[in-house]
RNA sequence: GCCGCGUUCGUCUAGGGGUUUAGGACGCCGCCCUUUCACGGCGGUAACACGGGUUCAAAUCCCGUACGCGGUACCA
């Protein structure tokens, strides 16, 4: 295989699934990881279950990772068209063929046919059951011909599964499988409505694109068979073939959207952006998820991961999502932010009329240790930017007492001969303050962060005394003596 | 039902015959730090599904059972 060439092939028939994602960037990690090319190729090709903004979303949320492609119905390339529904002739143009060399053939029966045939054999369409029918293998040329021509008579294109014979292929990450073509109905390779079905689309474009390996869910692996078959009839090389696990939801079974939810957990990509997680704290998380580096790295940029990735690294039983694990790789991205960075990301949610980006930054510095998700921050810097116009009812009751205002007075004023303003300076004062007075830090502290803050816990509340200035500290030391006594 | 795939702490996983009293991470619990809440640091809890083989030796190899997951469409 010389040069590596992979596909992300999504189907338009609903947003971007965040297992989706994730096989999307195990396919890009080793596109990048072997210098290979990354092709987007839209399945489209089940017009009934058509989603018209799905493949927009899908490209959204694609960007959004960081997961760019050489290839893709919005940047070309010379392999397409990239939608399968522009792609038509092609497929016909093979299924011709095959029809031609007996590969495949006409069938021409109902869905009541079809269901009458099943409940009649129990099985499916099939090597037993295919004489039964209505198709070009039992029926004459010249009725073949006819009813392909009367426009009232629908027909599909079946491939000729051939019988007794076991179909065997490697699989990068669990081995060789093999399977009985007995187990194999006739697939329909198209369909009544003249567009291809999935398994004779990927096939023909995967050969097309001069795919070089295969790499999808789990899910699709009992097809695997018949893909193996096509390309068999067709005369061209099967790709490599690799299987990821599926992911799971905590309560077991596919992660639907039904059971995500019930578990908190969100299922489209969308929903994650929306929620306020960085891209890179999903991408690493997904990284993770089904497979690992053999070190005991944890946090990863994009980079690393490409350097880091290789599929024989990558696990073979289902894995359950653990939103707990996400939530931590998101914090551990975030604390690693430069304040700048953080602002950029914050876009127009955090932007306080009259304060400059320095002090913005000064905020962010301060209350992301604390933060969780970036979104956090703006709905929690109020008091950097007004005065408290309520305290906290609770830590009000709780923490100030008969004399906690003559200790706020006595702050307030050793803090007013402070000139040179720095936090340090500040708590010192404090500390000093508690010796004069003998009392414990808490009596001074809370009651003075109350003050300032309006709450009874924050970050560290000299570092917030020196970003709002003295005039403004004094100011708000003077507030609560006179609103609380 | 049938076919396929899988099974190490609650979860993600390391390990692939002797290096293992089975390692790491998340979560949980405790301690320290901070006289706030977090961050951080330290420590603890907790797993080889079961039964048979093979072997001097099995979490590791084989078989069976159980359980889980996927598939079984003119959906992808």
């Known amino acids: 295989m010389s040069s590596i060439r992979v596909r992300f092939a999504p189907s338009p028939t609903g947003y971007l699934h965040i297992g989706g ?15 290979g090319q990354l092709v987007l190729r839209i399945e489209d090709t ?22 760019d492609y050489d290839e893709g119905p919005d940047v070309g390339g010379k392999y397409g068209p990239y939608r399968q529904s522009e792609r038509t002739e092609l497929y016909h143009k093979y299924a011709a063929q095959l029809v031609e ?76 499988i093999e399977f009985a073509t007995e187990e194999i109905d006739d697939q329909v390779l198209i369909k009544s409505d003249g567009l291809p079905t999935y398994h004779m689309a990927n096939v023909v474009d995967d050969h097309l694109m001069e795919i070089s390996h295969i790499i999808r869910g789990e899910d699709w692996l009992p097809s695997t068979p018949k893909h193996v ?40 990509v969308s929903d994650y952006i929306d929620a306020g997680y960085e891209p890179e704290a999903v991408v690493n998380f997904l990284a993770l998820l089904g497979w690992n580096p053999g070190t005991e790295q944890e946090i990863f940029t994009m980079s690393e991961l ?54 913005h930054e000064r905020v962010i510095e301060i209350l992301l240790p604390r933060a969780g998700k970036l979104m956090e921050i703006p709905g929690q810097a109020d008091y950097f930017f007004v005065d408290p116009s309520d305290y906290d ?75 709002i200035g003295k005039d403004t500290t004094l100011r708000r030391l003077g507030n609560i003596i006179e609103r609380l006594g």
């Open 21 to 35: 994602l994730r096989t999307a960037l195990y396919v890009y990690l080793f596109a990048r990881k072997h210098s």
């Open 229 to 268: 078959l096509l390309y068999r009839a067709l005369g061209w090389e099967t790709p490599v073939l690799a299987h990821l696990p599926l992911i799971l939801s905590p309560t077991g079974g596919k992660l639907s959207k039904r059971k995500a939810e019930k578990s908190g957990i969100h299922v489209f």
């Open 306 to 359: 490409v350097e880091a990735f290789s599929l024989d690294r990558v696990g073979t039983s289902g894995v359950q999502f653990d939103k707990n694990k996400l939530d931590w790789i998101n914090e551990q991205v975030i604390h690693g932010l430069q304040p700048s960075d953080v602002l950029d990301r914050l876009e127009g949610t955090f932007n306080v009329e009259g304060y400059d980006r320095s002090y």
């Open 46 to 67: 089940d017009r009934t279950r058509f989603v018209p903004d799905a493949e927009a979303d899908i490209l959204k949320g694609l960007k959004w990772s960081g997961i």
């Open 393 to 467: 009812e609770a830590v009000v009751a709780k923490r100030w007492k008969a004399d906690s205002a003559k200790f706020v007075r006595a702050f307030s004023e050793k803090v007013h001969a402070v000139d040179r303003w720095e936090g340090e300076r500040l708590h010192g004062v404090m500390e000093g303050l508690t010796k004069d007075l003998e009392v414990g830090f808490g009596k001074l502290i809370l009651p003075v962060r109350l003050a300032i803050t309006g709450l009874g816990s924050g970050p560290g509340i000299f570092d917030v005394m020196e970003l």
């Open 101 to 176: 060399n007996g590969e495949a053939y006409y069938a021409f029966d109902s869905a009541e046919d079809l269901e009458r045939m099943r409940e009649r054999t129990g099985t499916g369409y099939n090597a037993k059951t295919r004489a039964s029918m209505n198709n070009s293998l039992v029926l004459s040329s010249d009725e073949v011909n006819r009813l392909l021509e009367d426009p009232s008579v629908e027909h599909v294109i079946r491939l000729k599964v051939p019988e007794n014979q076991k179909v065997t292929f490697d699989d990068v990450c669990r081995g060789t």
